[in-house]
């Protein structure tokens, strides 16, 4: 196994926390209760022989990026690396589907199902997207319940983060849910 590293960063929404090795991203931690100490516990508690140290230029550029979409402005993530090594093929395959979802875009899980071509994984997807390791770089947060339901969030504040990152990513109207691809 790899050695990996994390550092923790400021953003509009807190201390957040990224997770690297040699193949890229491993993990992306949104603000854990607590602050800059629960985000810390929160990655050593999934990454615990990671050491803390200074981002490499090309997390460093992720990190931008994140910092950025949480600062309401126009934002790619699609092209950081990620180490997918441990992620479930079907769980990747899901992820693929989730970071094509550009910021002020949605879709639901039954429609990243369909794009899976498989409409009745809408479940399996939710699954998957409750599992993601990737919190923004894969925009897990995008994906939503049928009918325009927020859905769930896994990460710290459920789904009122979910709502939150949506608002940003809108602009900050008060209307989060927006139009699918």
């Known amino acids: 196994m ?11 929404i807190g201390r ?15 603000p854990e209760a607590g602050g800059e100490a629960g985000t810390r516990a929160r990655v050593l508690r999934r990454f615990p022989e990671a050491r803390e140290a200074a981002p490499p230029p090309e997390v460093q550029q992720a990190v931008d990026s994140i910092v950025a979409l949480l600062h309401g402005e126009a934002s790619d993530l699609s092209t950081v690396a990620l180490d997918m090594a441990g992620v479930p093929a079907f769980n990747r395959r899901v992820y693929e589907v989730a970071r094509r979802i550009p910021p002020g875009e949605t879709l639901t899980y039954g429609e990243v199902a369909a794009r899976l071509g498989d409409r009745g994984a809408a479940r399996a997807v939710g699954k998957a997207l409750g599992q ?12 939503l319940a049928a009918g325009g339901g927020i859905g769930g969030f896994s990460a710290g504040g459920g789904v009122t983060t979910k709502r939150r990152l949506l608002t940003i990513e809108d602009g900050g109207r008060s209307t989060p849910l927006f139009r699918s691809l």
Not at 138 to 143: A, L, M, T
């Open 2 to 12: 790899n050695s990996s590293d994390f550092s923790l960063f400021d953003t509009a």
């Open 16 to 30: 957040c926390g990224i997770a690297w090795n040699d193949r890229g991203v491993i993990g992306v931690q949104l």
């Open 132 to 143: 993601n390791p990737f919190a923004l770089i894969v925009p897990c947060h995008r994906v």
